[in-house]
């Protein structure tokens, strides 16, 4: 079973870009992470956040956190933004295109934020100057959801059926990533005893077991 690292990006002193009615980048990827959070709990995979809070992480910890835990994969996830505020659109960043899987998550993730929120689907790109993307061990890249700088993006990224949409189809694509199939949970056996009554005479009670043997009741038994 493999390790998974999510890094929610920004957060604490550092709110990310800022869309037009002031919704922070740092506050809209925390809630994609939460959303997600809930959907891994389905299935058998070791991951870890390197922040599930409101807090400030530096790009230096963020990769020392991943390279520590031995993560499998690396996902980080941010909001874009432009002077241009025309601009929509989803993109993720790799350091390369060596992992044919990453290649295939990116691409698919892609394909899915566009869908939901109807918008360009700017594909996959490559960066060997991001910091997480390049201080990182394992095969990593980095999704850029929206740019928060459109002000109808921004208002889909305050819309909570829109981000658990968000969050569903990153998760479900890191389920493929991952060869990922949901836990099913089995539920225990509840069992309740029924006493049908106390007897004096043992041969009363012998009696009452044989007729409610004879009724269906095969595991009645004296006590």
Same mark, same amino acid.
């Given at each position: *079973?493999?390790?998974?690292?999510?890094?929610?990006?920004?957060?604490?002193?550092? $709110?990310?870009?800022?869309? $037009?009615?002031?919704?922070?980048?740092?506050?809209?990827?925390?809630?994609?992470?939460?959303?997600?959070?809930?959907?891994?709990?389905?299935?058998? !995979?070791?991951?870890?956040? /390197?922040?599930?809070?409101?807090?400030? %992480?530096? !790009?230096?910890?963020?990769?020392?956190?991943?390279?520590?835990?031995?993560?499998?994969? =690396? &996902?980080?996830?941010?909001?874009?933004?432009?002077?241009?505020?025309?601009?929509? @659109?989803?993109? &993720?960043?790799?350091?390369?295109?060596?992992?044919?899987?990453?290649?295939?998550?990116?691409?698919? &993730?892609?394909?899915?934020?566009?869908?939901? !929120?109807? %918008?360009?689907?700017?594909?996959?790109?490559?960066?060997?100057?991001?910091?997480?993307?390049?201080? /990182?061990? *394992? $095969?990593?890249?980095?999704?850029? &959801?929206?740019? #928060?700088?459109?002000?109808?993006?921004?208002?889909?990224?305050?819309?909570?059926?829109?981000?658990?949409?968000?969050?569903?189809? #990153? /998760?479900?694509?890191?389920?493929?990533?991952?060869? !990922?199939?949901?836990?099913?949970?089995?539920?225990?056996? #509840?069992?309740?005893?029924?006493?049908? @009554?106390? =007897?004096?005479?043992?041969?009363?009670?012998?009696?009452?077991?044989?007729?409610?043997?004879?009724?269906?009741?095969?595991?009645?038994?004296? #006590?």
């Amino acid at each position: *079973m493999g390790k998974l690292i999510i890094d929610l990006g920004h957060g604490g002193q550092d $709110p990310g870009s800022i869309g $037009p009615s002031k919704v922070c980048e740092a506050d809209v990827v925390l809630s994609i992470g939460e959303e997600i959070e809930k959907n891994l709990n389905g299935y058998d !995979l070791e991951y870890k956040f /390197t922040r599930i809070s409101d807090k400030f %992480i530096s !790009l230096t910890q963020r990769a020392s956190i991943a390279n520590i835990f031995g993560a499998s994969y =690396f &996902v980080s996830i941010h909001i874009n933004s432009t002077t241009d505020k025309s601009v929509r @659109g989803v993109e &993720v960043w790799q350091y390369d295109a060596d992992s044919k899987r990453l290649n295939n998550f990116s691409k698919c &993730v892609c394909d899915d934020i566009s869908k939901v !929120l109807n %918008i360009r689907n700017r594909g996959v790109k490559y960066n060997k100057n991001f910091a997480v993307l390049k201080n /990182t061990k *394992m $095969p990593a890249c980095l999704i850029e &959801v929206d740019f #928060i700088s459109n002000i109808d993006a921004e208002r889909d990224l305050k819309d909570s059926a829109k981000i658990k949409e968000i969050a569903k189809v #990153i /998760t479900d694509n890191l389920a493929h990533l991952y060869d !990922l199939q949901k836990v099913k949970k089995v539920e225990e056996d #509840i069992l309740y005893k029924v006493c049908i @009554g106390a =007897f004096r005479d043992k041969n009363n009670a012998i009696n009452q077991v044989k007729e409610a043997k004879s009724k269906g009741f095969r595991d009645a038994y004296i #006590i």
